[in-house]
């Protein structure tokens, strides 16, 4: 069975309809492990040796989290600094290369409307662009960047909008793939 690992990064996750909708769809899918990172280390302080084995044991990767301020939540930099600085600058023949060809998708919600995420918007660049250095990351890891997928206007989004947004994430997941075997060896 695939094992999807889904790390769920939201300093309020309590208080977000639109995550909260993603991960009640996400858990329908067989072999899903949703971890609420959050929750978790609510200090800060990161397992490293309990993250580089989830990762390792998982088929995909599945990055969850609201855009704050153009980036991504503080915990998510501090589990990179923590978690892929080891297994890539400390052990990559034990830990690092073990990832090579696993498929990372990002899941991001946003609390403005997409037109924002446009030269011309009142953010000035698209989400897409924003996401460049996860996609830098994802590069440098080995791991397979899949198109993000993105919920805009979480925050006004009805209950209907929210359902469709999850059904959508659910499809996603499905037809995310599974670690490409000839990479990995």
């Known amino acids: 069975m695939t094992k999807t690992l889904i790390l769920l990064f939201h300093p309020d996750f309590a208080g977000s309809r639109a995550n909260r909708t993603l991960l009640d769809a996400a858990a329908r899918l067989s072999g899903v492990e949703i971890v609420d990172m959050q929750a978790l280390y609510p200090d800060g302080r990161i397992d490293a040796d309990a993250e580089v084995a989830r990762l390792?044991?998982?088929?995909?990767?599945?990055?969850?989290?609201?855009?704050?301020?153009?980036?991504?939540?503080?915990?998510?930099?501090?589990?990179?600094d923590a978690v892929l600085t080891r297994m890539f600058y400390i052990a990559y023949e034990a830990e690092g290369a073990k990832l090579a060809g696993k498929?990372?998708?990002?899941?991001?919600?946003?609390?403005?409307?997409?037109?924002?995420?446009?030269?011309?918007?009142?953010?000035?660049?698209?989400?897409?662009?924003?996401?460049r250095p996860l996609e830098a990351t994802?590069?440098?890891?080995?791991?397979?960047?899949?198109?993000?997928?993105?919920?805009?206007?979480?925050?006004?989004?009805?209950?209907?909008?929210?359902?469709?947004?999850?059904?959508?994430?659910?499809?996603?997941?499905?037809?995310?793939?599974?670690?490409?075997?000839?990479?990995?060896?």
Request: hydrophobic share 50%; charged share 20%.
């Open 56 to 80: 390792v044991a998982a088929d995909r990767i599945v990055l969850q989290f609201p855009v704050q301020w153009y980036s991504t939540p503080p915990l998510l930099k501090t589990w990179q």
């Open 138 to 185: 994802a590069h440098r890891c080995a791991l397979a960047w899949a198109e993000p997928f993105l919920v805009y206007d979480a925050r006004r989004a009805d209950a209907e909008a929210l359902e469709a947004a999850g059904a959508y994430y659910l499809s996603r997941l499905n037809r995310l793939p599974a670690a490409d075997a000839r990479a990995a060896a």
């Open 103 to 131: 498929p990372l998708l990002v899941a991001a919600t946003a609390g403005n409307v997409e037109t924002a995420y446009t030269p011309e918007g009142a953010n000035r660049f698209s989400m897409r662009e924003l996401l």
